[in-house]
Protein backbone atom coordinates (compact mmCIF):
# COMPACT_ATOMS: atom_id res chain seq x y z
CA UNK A 1 0.00 0.00 0.00
CA UNK A 2 1.43 3.58 -0.60
CA UNK A 3 1.44 5.44 2.26
CA UNK A 4 1.87 9.56 1.57
CA UNK A 5 2.31 11.86 4.68
CA UNK A 6 1.33 14.80 3.35
CA UNK A 7 2.62 18.24 5.81
CA UNK A 8 2.02 16.21 9.37
CA UNK A 9 2.67 18.52 12.38
CA UNK A 10 2.20 17.35 16.22
CA UNK A 11 2.67 19.57 19.54
CA UNK A 12 2.25 18.09 22.62
CA UNK A 13 1.56 20.68 24.80
CA UNK A 14 4.19 23.17 24.47
CA UNK A 15 6.63 21.27 23.06
CA UNK A 16 6.10 20.85 19.16
CA UNK A 17 7.55 16.80 18.11
CA UNK A 18 6.82 17.03 14.52
CA UNK A 19 7.29 20.21 12.26
CA UNK A 20 4.93 19.78 9.39
CA UNK A 21 7.17 16.89 7.19
CA UNK A 22 6.20 15.42 4.09
CA UNK A 23 6.89 12.14 2.63
CA UNK A 24 5.89 9.58 0.02
CA UNK A 25 6.37 6.15 0.86
CA UNK A 26 6.10 4.34 -2.01
CA UNK A 27 3.95 0.50 -2.22
CA UNK A 28 6.16 -2.56 -1.12
CA UNK A 29 9.21 -0.42 0.37
CA UNK A 30 11.28 -0.84 3.00
CA UNK A 31 11.82 2.12 5.19
CA UNK A 32 14.08 2.89 7.87
CA UNK A 33 13.01 6.56 9.85
CA UNK A 34 16.33 6.93 11.52
CA UNK A 35 17.25 9.48 14.06
CA UNK A 36 18.32 10.29 17.35
CA UNK A 37 15.97 10.23 20.55
CA UNK A 38 13.57 13.11 19.79
CA UNK A 39 13.81 13.54 16.23
CA UNK A 40 10.13 12.78 16.23
CA UNK A 41 10.50 9.30 14.21
CA UNK A 42 8.56 7.50 17.04
CA UNK A 43 5.74 10.22 16.61
CA UNK A 44 5.46 9.85 13.00
CA UNK A 45 5.18 5.99 13.18
CA UNK A 46 2.90 6.07 16.22
CA UNK A 47 0.76 8.88 13.57
CA UNK A 48 1.07 6.11 10.74
CA UNK A 49 -0.53 3.51 13.14
CA UNK A 50 -3.37 5.72 14.28
CA UNK A 51 -2.08 5.67 17.98
CA UNK A 52 -1.66 9.30 17.91
CA UNK A 53 -3.42 11.85 15.88
CA UNK A 54 -1.69 15.12 13.78
CA UNK A 55 -1.98 18.49 14.96
CA UNK A 56 -2.50 19.22 11.43
CA UNK A 57 -1.72 17.26 8.02
CA UNK A 58 -2.95 14.82 6.22
CA UNK A 59 -2.03 10.53 5.88
CA UNK A 60 -3.04 9.07 2.84
CA UNK A 61 -3.50 5.34 2.15
CA UNK A 62 -3.42 4.54 -1.73
CA UNK A 63 -4.46 8.48 -2.09
CA UNK A 64 -7.84 7.78 0.63
CA UNK A 65 -7.45 10.12 3.75
CA UNK A 66 -6.53 8.31 6.56
CA UNK A 67 -5.77 11.28 9.18
CA UNK A 68 -9.13 10.20 11.28
CA UNK A 69 -8.92 6.44 10.31
CA UNK A 70 -9.33 5.11 13.71
CA UNK A 71 -6.39 2.56 15.09
CA UNK A 72 -8.75 -0.42 14.80
CA UNK A 73 -9.61 0.48 11.31
CA UNK A 74 -6.29 1.17 10.30
CA UNK A 75 -5.18 -2.35 9.96
CA UNK A 76 -1.50 -1.45 10.65
CA UNK A 77 0.54 -4.46 12.01
CA UNK A 78 2.11 -2.62 14.78
CA UNK A 79 5.34 -4.06 16.62
CA UNK A 80 6.27 -2.09 19.93
CA UNK A 81 9.62 -1.24 21.14
CA UNK A 82 9.28 -3.68 24.28
CA UNK A 83 7.05 -5.81 22.18
CA UNK A 84 3.98 -5.40 24.64
CA UNK A 85 3.24 -8.97 24.54
CA UNK A 86 -0.24 -10.22 26.40
CA UNK A 87 1.97 -11.97 29.72
CA UNK A 88 -1.04 -13.49 30.46
CA UNK A 89 -1.32 -15.76 27.23
CA UNK A 90 0.56 -18.23 25.42
CA UNK A 91 2.32 -17.55 22.41
CA UNK A 92 -0.88 -18.78 20.41
CA UNK A 93 -3.35 -16.60 22.03
CA UNK A 94 -1.12 -14.06 21.70
CA UNK A 95 -1.06 -14.38 17.91
CA UNK A 96 -4.51 -15.61 17.39
CA UNK A 97 -5.81 -11.99 19.17
CA UNK A 98 -6.28 -10.24 16.34
CA UNK A 99 -8.08 -12.56 14.73
CA UNK A 100 -10.58 -13.18 17.51
CA UNK A 101 -10.73 -9.41 17.74
CA UNK A 102 -13.15 -9.48 14.74
CA UNK A 103 -16.79 -8.82 14.67
CA UNK A 104 -18.78 -12.05 15.05
CA UNK A 105 -19.64 -12.42 10.97
CA UNK A 106 -15.97 -11.91 9.87
CA UNK A 107 -14.22 -13.87 12.68
CA UNK A 108 -12.71 -16.86 11.60
CA UNK A 109 -13.86 -20.61 12.80
CA UNK A 110 -11.40 -22.09 15.35
CA UNK A 111 -10.19 -24.39 12.80
CA UNK A 112 -8.91 -21.46 10.50
CA UNK A 113 -7.51 -19.23 13.34
CA UNK A 114 -5.48 -22.48 14.45
CA UNK A 115 -4.35 -22.86 10.38
CA UNK A 116 -3.43 -19.53 10.23
CA UNK A 117 -1.75 -19.42 14.21
CA UNK A 118 0.72 -22.32 12.72
CA UNK A 119 1.68 -20.82 9.19
CA UNK A 120 2.60 -17.77 11.24
CA UNK A 121 4.56 -20.00 13.47
CA UNK A 122 6.02 -21.52 10.48
CA UNK A 123 6.58 -17.79 9.26
CA UNK A 124 8.71 -16.73 12.04
CA UNK A 125 10.74 -20.25 12.50
CA UNK A 126 9.18 -21.11 15.69
CA UNK A 127 6.83 -23.99 15.21
CA UNK A 128 7.20 -25.83 18.69
CA UNK A 129 6.21 -22.84 20.90
CA UNK A 130 2.72 -22.26 20.40
CA UNK A 131 2.51 -23.35 24.14
CA UNK A 132 4.74 -21.38 25.76
CA UNK A 133 4.10 -17.59 28.10
CA UNK A 134 6.48 -14.43 27.02
CA UNK A 135 8.07 -14.83 29.86
CA UNK A 136 9.77 -17.90 28.98
CA UNK A 137 10.92 -16.92 25.53
CA UNK A 138 14.23 -15.23 25.15
CA UNK A 139 14.42 -11.87 23.07
CA UNK A 140 14.43 -12.75 19.82
CA UNK A 141 11.73 -15.12 19.82
CA UNK A 142 10.00 -12.43 22.11
CA UNK A 143 10.28 -9.95 18.72
CA UNK A 144 9.11 -12.50 16.35
CA UNK A 145 6.38 -13.61 17.94
CA UNK A 146 5.18 -9.96 18.10
CA UNK A 147 5.76 -10.11 14.90
CA UNK A 148 3.70 -12.68 13.78
CA UNK A 149 1.15 -11.31 16.06
CA UNK A 150 1.28 -8.05 13.82
CA UNK A 151 1.05 -10.41 10.59
CA UNK A 152 -1.92 -11.98 11.75
CA UNK A 153 -4.58 -9.23 11.24
CA UNK A 154 -3.31 -9.43 7.50
CA UNK A 155 -2.19 -6.17 7.77
CA UNK A 156 -2.43 -3.06 5.15
CA UNK A 157 1.37 -2.26 6.32
CA UNK A 158 3.88 -2.86 8.77
CA UNK A 159 5.15 0.01 11.36
CA UNK A 160 8.31 -1.14 13.85
CA UNK A 161 9.65 0.72 16.61
CA UNK A 162 12.70 -0.44 17.46
CA UNK A 163 12.36 -3.53 16.58
CA UNK A 164 15.74 -4.68 17.36
CA UNK A 165 16.41 -2.22 20.28
CA UNK A 166 16.32 -4.94 22.75
CA UNK A 167 18.44 -7.33 21.50
CA UNK A 168 22.33 -8.51 21.52
CA UNK A 169 24.33 -7.92 18.56
CA UNK A 170 24.28 -11.04 17.47
CA UNK A 171 20.52 -12.04 17.66
CA UNK A 172 20.15 -8.52 16.26
CA UNK A 173 21.90 -9.56 12.74
CA UNK A 174 20.06 -12.85 12.70
CA UNK A 175 16.50 -11.21 12.98
CA UNK A 176 17.40 -8.42 10.48
CA UNK A 177 18.08 -11.22 7.95
CA UNK A 178 14.51 -12.44 9.18
CA UNK A 179 12.73 -8.82 9.02
CA UNK A 180 14.01 -8.55 5.47
CA UNK A 181 12.58 -11.94 4.44
CA UNK A 182 9.75 -11.54 6.04
CA UNK A 183 8.58 -7.71 4.04
CA UNK A 184 9.83 -9.92 0.70
CA UNK A 185 7.65 -12.77 1.33
CA UNK A 186 4.56 -11.05 2.12
CA UNK A 187 5.64 -7.85 0.11
CA UNK A 188 4.36 -5.71 2.80
CA UNK A 189 4.76 -1.74 2.72
CA UNK A 190 7.13 -1.79 5.71
CA UNK A 191 8.41 1.55 8.04
CA UNK A 192 10.77 0.76 10.84
CA UNK A 193 12.20 3.12 13.57
CA UNK A 194 15.61 3.14 14.46
CA UNK A 195 18.54 5.20 15.70
CA UNK A 196 21.47 2.74 14.57
CA UNK A 197 22.66 3.75 11.56
CA UNK A 198 24.07 0.28 10.25
CA UNK A 199 20.93 -1.11 10.52
CA UNK A 200 19.18 1.43 8.63
CA UNK A 201 21.78 1.51 5.75
CA UNK A 202 22.11 -2.45 5.60
CA UNK A 203 18.25 -3.40 5.92
CA UNK A 204 16.09 -0.34 4.06
CA UNK A 205 15.43 0.33 0.36
CA UNK A 206 14.86 3.71 1.73
CA UNK A 207 16.26 5.88 4.48
CA UNK A 208 14.73 8.83 6.18
CA UNK A 209 17.34 11.33 8.74
CA UNK A 210 15.49 12.94 11.20
CA UNK A 211 16.22 15.72 13.64
CA UNK A 212 14.21 17.91 15.66
CA UNK A 213 11.30 16.66 14.49
CA UNK A 214 12.04 17.76 10.61
CA UNK A 215 13.26 15.41 7.78
CA UNK A 216 16.87 15.92 7.10
CA UNK A 217 17.03 13.74 4.24
CA UNK A 218 15.47 11.11 2.17
CA UNK A 219 17.21 8.65 -0.06
CA UNK A 220 18.80 5.06 -1.11
CA UNK A 221 21.69 3.95 1.57
CA UNK A 222 23.96 4.24 -0.99
CA UNK A 223 23.17 7.87 -1.78
CA UNK A 224 22.99 8.89 2.14
CA UNK A 225 26.26 7.64 2.21
CA UNK A 226 27.78 9.57 -0.55
CA UNK A 227 25.65 12.72 -0.45
CA UNK A 228 24.53 14.17 2.89
CA UNK A 229 22.33 16.75 2.18
CA UNK A 230 23.27 18.59 5.63
CA UNK A 231 26.26 18.50 7.92
CA UNK A 232 23.74 17.04 10.78
CA UNK A 233 23.27 13.75 8.46
CA UNK A 234 26.94 14.10 7.54
CA UNK A 235 27.76 13.21 11.26
CA UNK A 236 25.14 11.21 11.82
CA UNK A 237 26.25 9.14 9.86
CA UNK A 238 29.49 8.99 10.52
CA UNK A 239 29.05 8.27 14.22
CA UNK B 1 43.12 -9.65 40.80
CA UNK B 2 45.47 -9.72 43.05
CA UNK B 3 47.87 -12.68 43.81
CA UNK B 4 46.44 -14.31 46.99
CA UNK B 5 50.50 -15.40 47.82
CA UNK B 6 51.03 -11.40 48.92
CA UNK B 7 48.79 -12.35 52.17
CA UNK B 8 50.60 -14.90 53.41
CA UNK B 9 53.06 -13.21 55.23
CA UNK B 10 50.24 -11.20 57.23
CA UNK B 11 48.16 -14.04 58.19
CA UNK B 12 49.20 -16.63 60.38
CA UNK B 13 48.49 -21.09 59.28
CA UNK B 14 45.64 -21.20 61.95
CA UNK B 15 43.66 -17.97 60.66
CA UNK B 16 43.76 -19.81 56.90
CA UNK B 17 42.46 -22.74 58.08
CA UNK B 18 39.11 -20.92 59.75
CA UNK B 19 38.35 -18.20 57.52
CA UNK B 20 35.36 -16.29 59.24
CA UNK B 21 33.21 -15.14 56.68
CA UNK B 22 29.46 -14.90 55.98
CA UNK B 23 27.31 -13.77 53.39
CA UNK B 24 27.53 -9.78 53.74
CA UNK B 25 23.76 -9.37 53.80
CA UNK B 26 23.75 -12.11 56.40
CA UNK B 27 23.32 -10.60 60.30
CA UNK B 28 24.91 -12.46 63.19
CA UNK B 29 22.92 -15.15 65.03
CA UNK B 30 22.05 -13.00 68.24
CA UNK B 31 20.88 -10.46 65.63
CA UNK B 32 18.46 -12.72 64.02
CA UNK B 33 17.02 -14.27 66.88
CA UNK B 34 16.38 -10.65 68.68
CA UNK B 35 14.82 -9.27 65.47
CA UNK B 36 12.82 -12.68 64.91
CA UNK B 37 12.00 -12.88 69.20
CA UNK B 38 10.43 -8.71 68.30
CA UNK B 39 8.33 -9.63 65.35
CA UNK B 40 7.32 -12.91 66.97
CA UNK B 41 6.35 -11.46 70.30
CA UNK B 42 4.49 -7.77 68.86
CA UNK B 43 2.67 -10.51 66.61
CA UNK B 44 1.66 -12.60 69.40
CA UNK B 45 0.80 -9.75 71.88
CA UNK B 46 -0.92 -7.27 69.12
CA UNK B 47 -3.09 -9.62 66.82
CA UNK B 48 -2.86 -13.24 68.15
CA UNK B 49 -3.66 -12.74 72.07
CA UNK B 50 -6.73 -9.95 71.19
CA UNK B 51 -8.44 -12.37 68.72
CA UNK B 52 -7.71 -15.56 71.21
CA UNK B 53 -9.58 -13.40 74.00
CA UNK B 54 -12.34 -12.84 71.96
CA UNK B 55 -12.99 -16.54 71.08
CA UNK B 56 -12.79 -17.51 74.74
CA UNK B 57 -14.72 -15.22 75.84
CA UNK B 58 -17.31 -16.01 73.05
CA UNK B 59 -16.96 -19.63 74.64
CA UNK B 60 -16.65 -18.30 78.28
CA UNK B 61 -19.93 -20.29 78.65
CA UNK B 62 -20.16 -23.38 76.56
CA UNK B 63 -20.27 -23.46 72.63
CA UNK B 64 -24.48 -23.59 73.08
CA UNK B 65 -24.56 -20.40 74.31
CA UNK B 66 -22.47 -18.83 72.02
CA UNK B 67 -24.79 -20.14 69.29
CA UNK B 68 -27.98 -19.30 71.01
CA UNK B 69 -26.93 -15.92 71.38
CA UNK B 70 -26.39 -15.50 67.80
CA UNK B 71 -29.92 -16.75 66.68
CA UNK B 72 -31.64 -14.21 68.66
CA UNK B 73 -33.57 -12.05 66.23
CA UNK B 74 -30.77 -8.39 67.23
CA UNK B 75 -28.40 -10.98 66.68
CA UNK B 76 -29.55 -12.31 63.06
CA UNK B 77 -30.51 -8.86 62.07
CA UNK B 78 -27.34 -7.44 62.43
CA UNK B 79 -25.77 -9.97 60.57
CA UNK B 80 -28.04 -9.87 57.46
CA UNK B 81 -27.85 -5.90 57.60
CA UNK B 82 -23.73 -6.31 58.07
CA UNK B 83 -23.19 -8.69 54.73
CA UNK B 84 -26.28 -6.48 52.59
CA UNK B 85 -23.77 -3.41 53.30
CA UNK B 86 -20.74 -4.98 52.40
CA UNK B 87 -22.68 -7.11 49.12
CA UNK B 88 -24.01 -3.53 48.05
CA UNK B 89 -20.90 -1.50 48.66
CA UNK B 90 -17.51 -3.82 48.01
CA UNK B 91 -19.13 -3.92 43.97
CA UNK B 92 -20.02 -0.35 43.61
CA UNK B 93 -16.15 0.51 44.86
CA UNK B 94 -14.68 -2.28 42.70
CA UNK B 95 -16.10 -0.45 39.77
CA UNK B 96 -15.44 3.04 40.83
CA UNK B 97 -11.93 2.31 42.19
CA UNK B 98 -11.43 0.72 38.26
CA UNK B 99 -12.90 3.48 37.25
CA UNK B 100 -10.84 6.18 39.05
CA UNK B 101 -7.59 4.34 38.54
CA UNK B 102 -8.07 3.75 34.50
CA UNK B 103 -8.78 7.54 34.36
CA UNK B 104 -6.14 8.54 36.75
CA UNK B 105 -3.16 5.74 34.92
CA UNK B 106 -4.41 5.65 31.50
CA UNK B 107 -4.79 9.59 30.71
CA UNK B 108 -3.32 12.77 31.27
CA UNK B 109 -5.21 15.69 32.43
CA UNK B 110 -5.31 18.52 34.30
CA UNK B 111 -6.73 18.72 37.76
CA UNK B 112 -5.04 14.75 38.60
CA UNK B 113 -3.30 15.39 41.33
CA UNK B 114 -6.15 17.02 42.82
CA UNK B 115 -8.21 13.66 41.84
CA UNK B 116 -5.91 11.49 43.45
CA UNK B 117 -5.77 13.75 47.11
CA UNK B 118 -9.79 13.32 46.37
CA UNK B 119 -9.85 9.77 46.50
CA UNK B 120 -7.40 9.72 49.34
CA UNK B 121 -9.69 11.73 51.34
CA UNK B 122 -12.08 9.37 53.01
CA UNK B 123 -8.76 7.82 54.55
CA UNK B 124 -7.64 11.39 56.17
CA UNK B 125 -11.37 12.18 57.46
CA UNK B 126 -12.43 10.58 60.59
CA UNK B 127 -14.98 8.30 59.80
CA UNK B 128 -17.66 10.03 62.63
CA UNK B 129 -16.91 13.28 60.37
CA UNK B 130 -18.27 11.52 57.63
CA UNK B 131 -20.93 10.21 59.07
CA UNK B 132 -21.84 13.91 60.60
CA UNK B 133 -21.32 15.01 56.93
CA UNK B 134 -23.83 12.91 55.46
CA UNK B 135 -26.23 13.55 58.30
CA UNK B 136 -25.91 17.13 58.00
CA UNK B 137 -26.45 16.76 53.70
CA UNK B 138 -29.19 13.86 53.99
CA UNK B 139 -30.94 14.30 57.69
CA UNK B 140 -34.30 15.69 58.13
CA UNK B 141 -33.57 18.49 58.84
CA UNK B 142 -31.67 19.75 55.87
CA UNK B 143 -34.28 20.66 52.69
CA UNK B 144 -32.97 17.47 50.88
CA UNK B 145 -33.33 15.36 53.51
CA UNK B 146 -36.48 16.84 54.79
CA UNK B 147 -37.95 15.97 50.89
CA UNK B 148 -36.52 12.40 50.85
CA UNK B 149 -38.52 11.73 54.27
CA UNK B 150 -41.80 13.34 52.97
CA UNK B 151 -41.65 11.37 50.14
CA UNK B 152 -40.64 7.72 51.15
CA UNK B 153 -36.77 7.56 50.69
CA UNK B 154 -35.56 8.39 54.36
CA UNK B 155 -31.60 8.05 53.86
CA UNK B 156 -30.35 8.92 57.54
CA UNK B 157 -31.40 6.24 59.99
CA UNK B 158 -31.95 3.80 57.08
CA UNK B 159 -29.73 1.65 55.04
CA UNK B 160 -29.08 3.44 52.27
CA UNK B 161 -27.47 6.14 54.64
CA UNK B 162 -25.81 2.93 56.00
CA UNK B 163 -24.44 1.90 52.40
CA UNK B 164 -23.81 5.53 51.45
CA UNK B 165 -21.27 5.92 54.76
CA UNK B 166 -19.61 2.28 54.04
CA UNK B 167 -19.09 3.62 50.16
CA UNK B 168 -17.63 6.66 51.65
CA UNK B 169 -15.25 5.17 54.24
CA UNK B 170 -13.77 2.18 52.10
CA UNK B 171 -13.65 4.15 48.58
CA UNK B 172 -9.86 4.22 48.19
CA UNK B 173 -9.08 0.82 48.73
CA UNK B 174 -9.59 -0.39 45.37
CA UNK B 175 -8.11 2.54 43.89
CA UNK B 176 -4.73 2.64 46.33
CA UNK B 177 -3.98 -0.96 45.08
CA UNK B 178 -4.70 -0.73 41.09
CA UNK B 179 -3.10 2.79 40.95
CA UNK B 180 0.67 1.68 41.14
CA UNK B 181 0.01 -1.27 39.42
CA UNK B 182 -1.59 0.27 36.20
CA UNK B 183 1.19 2.55 36.49
CA UNK B 184 4.29 0.19 35.93
CA UNK B 185 1.51 -1.53 33.21
CA UNK B 186 1.64 1.15 31.39
CA UNK B 187 -0.27 1.63 28.59
CA UNK B 188 1.88 -0.55 25.44
CA UNK B 189 -0.19 -3.60 26.23
CA UNK B 190 -3.38 -1.87 25.67
CA UNK B 191 -2.13 -0.33 22.88
CA UNK B 192 -1.13 -3.33 21.38
CA UNK B 193 -4.48 -4.99 21.42
CA UNK B 194 -6.05 -1.50 19.88
CA UNK B 195 -3.49 -2.14 16.92
CA UNK B 196 -4.78 -5.86 16.36
CA UNK B 197 -8.16 -4.05 16.20
CA UNK B 198 -9.77 -5.10 19.12
CA UNK B 199 -12.67 -2.24 20.43
CA UNK B 200 -11.82 -0.62 23.80
CA UNK B 201 -14.24 -2.70 26.07
CA UNK B 202 -12.55 -6.07 24.85
CA UNK B 203 -8.93 -4.65 25.47
CA UNK B 204 -10.39 -3.77 28.64
CA UNK B 205 -11.72 -7.06 29.60
CA UNK B 206 -9.29 -9.80 27.64
CA UNK B 207 -5.83 -7.15 28.69
CA UNK B 208 -6.41 -4.90 31.22
CA UNK B 209 -8.44 -7.06 33.64
CA UNK B 210 -6.32 -10.21 33.39
CA UNK B 211 -3.56 -7.97 34.42
CA UNK B 212 -4.57 -6.18 37.29
CA UNK B 213 -6.93 -9.34 38.90
CA UNK B 214 -4.51 -9.71 41.60
CA UNK B 215 -4.42 -6.18 42.57
CA UNK B 216 -8.12 -6.18 42.20
CA UNK B 217 -8.86 -9.13 44.69
CA UNK B 218 -6.62 -7.59 47.40
CA UNK B 219 -8.26 -4.06 46.90
CA UNK B 220 -11.73 -6.26 47.35
CA UNK B 221 -11.02 -8.03 50.34
CA UNK B 222 -9.58 -4.91 52.04
CA UNK B 223 -12.55 -2.80 51.10
CA UNK B 224 -14.91 -6.07 52.31
CA UNK B 225 -12.84 -6.13 55.08
CA UNK B 226 -12.92 -2.37 56.59
CA UNK B 227 -17.09 -2.28 54.75
CA UNK B 228 -18.38 -5.45 57.58
CA UNK B 229 -15.90 -3.59 60.09
CA UNK B 230 -16.76 0.01 59.98
CA UNK B 231 -18.02 1.53 63.32
CA UNK B 232 -17.70 5.29 63.36
CA UNK B 233 -19.38 6.73 60.43
CA UNK B 234 -22.28 4.05 60.55
CA UNK B 235 -23.03 5.01 63.86
CA UNK B 236 -23.70 8.37 63.69
CA UNK B 237 -26.19 7.81 60.21
CA UNK B 238 -27.55 4.35 61.32
CA UNK B 239 -29.28 5.83 64.67
CA UNK B 240 -28.43 2.26 66.27
CA UNK B 241 -31.86 1.41 65.82
CA UNK B 242 -31.52 -2.19 67.55
CA UNK B 243 -32.80 -4.82 64.83
CA UNK B 244 -33.18 -2.07 61.86
CA UNK B 245 -30.26 -0.18 61.89
CA UNK B 246 -27.52 -1.78 63.89
CA UNK B 247 -24.80 -3.62 62.11
CA UNK B 248 -22.75 -6.46 63.43
CA UNK B 249 -19.90 -3.93 65.03
CA UNK B 250 -22.70 -1.47 66.32
CA UNK B 251 -24.62 -4.22 67.99
CA UNK B 252 -21.34 -5.67 69.99
CA UNK B 253 -21.01 -2.65 70.84
CA UNK B 254 -24.26 -2.34 72.96
CA UNK B 255 -23.95 -5.62 73.62
CA UNK B 256 -20.99 -5.32 75.47
CA UNK B 257 -22.41 -1.83 77.33
CA UNK B 258 -25.36 -3.67 78.60
CA UNK B 259 -22.65 -6.75 80.10
CA UNK B 260 -24.14 -9.08 77.79
CA UNK B 261 -20.24 -10.72 77.46
CA UNK B 262 -21.28 -13.79 75.73
CA UNK B 263 -23.76 -12.24 73.18
CA UNK B 264 -21.10 -9.58 72.76
CA UNK B 265 -18.06 -11.47 72.21
CA UNK B 266 -19.86 -14.14 70.00
CA UNK B 267 -20.87 -11.89 68.12
CA UNK B 268 -17.31 -10.49 67.34
CA UNK B 269 -16.18 -13.77 67.06
CA UNK B 270 -18.20 -14.58 64.08
CA UNK B 271 -16.85 -10.86 63.07
CA UNK B 272 -13.52 -12.08 63.15
CA UNK B 273 -14.08 -15.37 61.74
CA UNK B 274 -15.84 -13.40 58.68
CA UNK B 275 -12.39 -11.57 58.04
CA UNK B 276 -10.02 -15.18 59.01
CA UNK B 277 -12.22 -16.39 56.40
CA UNK B 278 -11.80 -13.75 53.23
CA UNK B 279 -7.94 -14.08 54.50
CA UNK B 280 -8.34 -17.53 53.59
CA UNK B 281 -9.70 -16.93 50.78
CA UNK B 282 -6.76 -14.85 49.45
CA UNK B 283 -4.64 -17.55 50.21
CA UNK B 284 -6.03 -20.25 48.98
CA UNK B 285 -6.47 -18.53 45.68
CA UNK B 286 -2.66 -17.15 45.68
CA UNK B 287 -1.83 -20.70 46.59
CA UNK B 288 -3.73 -22.38 43.95
CA UNK B 289 -2.71 -19.96 40.92
CA UNK B 290 0.97 -19.41 42.33
CA UNK B 291 2.35 -20.71 38.38
CA UNK B 292 0.22 -18.22 36.84
CA UNK B 293 1.12 -15.38 38.93
CA UNK B 294 4.69 -16.21 38.83
CA UNK B 295 4.46 -16.61 35.09
CA UNK B 296 2.72 -13.02 34.64
CA UNK B 297 5.01 -11.44 36.67
CA UNK B 298 7.85 -9.15 35.11
CA UNK B 299 11.38 -10.04 35.45
Not at chain 1, 68 to 95: C, P, W
Not at chain 1, 167 to 194: N, Q
Not at chain 2, 106 to 120: H, N, S
Not at chain 2, 162 to 171: D, G, K, P, Q
Request: net charge neutral; glycine share 8%; proline share 6%.
Amino acid sequence: MHIEIDEIAKTFGATTALHPVSLPIPSGALVALLGPSGSGKTTLLRILGGLEFPTSGRVLFDGQDATGLSVQDRRAGFVFQSYALFKHMTVFENIAYGLRARPRRSRPPEAEIERRVTKLLELIQLPQIAGRFPNQLSGGQRQRVALARALAIEPRMLLLDEPFGALDARVRKELRHGLREIHDTTGLTTVFVTHDQDEAMELADLVVVMSMGKIEQVGRPQDIRARPATPFVREFIAA
Amino acid sequence: MYDSTLNEPLLSPAEHAAPKWRPVTDESPLTKLVLIAIALGGLAVLVLAPLAVVFAEALAKGAAAAVTSLTKPEAWSAIKLTLIVAAVSVPVNAVFGIAAAWTITKFDFRGKAFLITLIDLPFSVSPVVAGLALVLLFGANSVLGGWLVASGFPIVFALPGIVLASVFVTFPFVARELIPVMIEQGRTEEEAALTLGASGWRVFLTVTLPNIKWALLYGVLLCNARAMGEFGAVAVVSGKIRGQTATMPITIEMLYNEYLSVAAFSLAALLAALALLTLALKTMLEWRHADQLAATRRH
